[in-house]
């Protein structure tokens, strides 16, 4: 993953819905495994050393 993407660059690499992945990366971040920051409409995404972890 390039850092930092957005859920729509993750949506499209995977050609899922943006729902979709918007709701894992919730998981996610609730785990602490990603950072997430708003940044207008969109919200950046970043892995956190607990997520390289988990890798």
């Not at 998981?27 to 919200?43: E, S």
């Not at 970043?46 to 890798?55: A, C, F, M, P």
Request: proline letters at 2%; glycine letters at 6%; zero cysteines.
């Amino acid at each position: 993953m390039n850092q930092p993407t957005t859920i729509t660059d993750i949506a499209k690499r995977l050609n899922v819905s943006e729902s979709t992945v918007s709701r894992q990366v919730a998981r996610l971040a609730d785990l602490g495994a990603l950072h997430l920051l708003q940044k207008g409409k969109t919200k950046e995404v970043r892995i956190t050393l607990t997520g390289k972890i988990l890798l």
